[in-house]
């Protein structure tokens, strides 16, 4: 799996695009980095859809023009060939491969998705979540099933901050706890579907209560992400015995490492002193022979 532009930016948002929006989609990640190569009138020669109806849709996808387009097209599939020399992603494994081979095709899978996730991340779009953060008096984090997982390893992190964090597992608890939220706190939803029923009822609660969230899925066109302040939205492929789910895990997770060395350091004094709290609360485990 190559990084793929354009395959990137629009294959998330295929759901959310009309019929004629998505003949344009398609024939752009067909076309792939040939794109640049094509004008307004040769694009709607071969798609049949106006000249109008292309420059909108490119307007859409959040360029300033079919120019920009076409220079930011060029600009990362030119980063992926100078990279391509050094990144080697390989195809799904096979049932003759070694266990060296699989772990070198699963390492090598998992850097061509960072790769993805970097020429997508907006600065915008991370200072956005901050913006929210920063004034927040309590962090809350929810997800259900794999989600919740991740939602713990967040909870875990951003209790190092020096703001107070919840994280509760059982959904019961989780709609309870959306009840008392108010503009003050802030809540990460996390549901790679965008569609599970539960966390949009804990957003429609959240949202009701005006608390802040901010929502990592893969779903653009989800209830979940319109209900949210802000949603990081990831793709990733399926492969054989790696759902799309699991392989979105670890850009999950880097969204998160983000934004909280980012929060760390805007208020790195008082986030310090909570780290240094913490450390002397658990010194005694780790004298006793108790490992954190």
């Known amino acids: 799996m190559t990084y793929d532009y354009l395959r990137n930016l629009l294959r998330p948002r295929l759901k959310s695009f009309t019929d004629t929006e998505k003949i344009i989609a398609e024939y752009f990640m067909q076309l792939g980095k040939k794109v640049v190569n094509k004008t307004l009138s040769n694009i709607a020669e071969d798609t049949g859809v106006s000249e109008s109806t292309i420059f909108k849709f490119v307007k859409k996808i959040g360029f300033d023009g079919f120019q920009d387009f076409k220079i930011t097209v060029a600009s990362n599939f030119r980063t992926n060939e100078e990279r391509s020399q050094e990144i080697v992603v390989f195809p799904d494994i096979c049932k ?113 209560n005006r608390a802040k969230i901010i929502t990592l899925t893969g779903n653009y066109d ?21 759902s799309e789910t699991l392989t979105a895990r670890i850009l999950y997770l880097t969204i998160i490492d983000i934004i909280y060395v980012s929060v ?29």
Not at 118 to 123: A, D, G, H, T, V
Not at 286 to 291: E, M, P, R
């Open 96 to 208: 003759s491969d070694s266990t060296h081979v699989i772990a070198q095709k699963i390492i090598n899978s998992n850097k061509g998705l960072l790769e993805n996730l970097l020429q997508s991340l907006k600065e915008e779009q991370l200072n956005k979540a901050l913006s929210l953060i920063y004034p927040a008096k309590c962090i809350y984090f929810f997800g259900q099933g794999a989600s919740s997982v991740i939602a713990l390893d967040a909870y875990h992190k951003f209790l190092r901050t020096k703001y107070h964090c919840n994280y509760v597992a059982d959904l019961h608890m989780q709609l309870s706890y959306a009840t008392k939220l108010g503009p003050d706190d802030c809540v990460f939803l996390f549901s790679h579907s965008g569609e599970t029923l539960d966390t949009i009822e804990i957003a429609k609660i959240s949202r009701e």
């Open 222 to 242: 989800s209830e979940l992400v319109k209900l949210s302040d802000t949603a990081f939205v990831v793709y990733s492929e399926e492969s054989a015995f790696r």
């Open 264 to 292: 760390m350091y805007h208020d790195e004094e008082e986030n310090k002193k909570s780290l240094e709290k913490i450390r002397k609360a658990l010194y005694f485990t780790k004298k006793s022979g108790v490992q954190e």
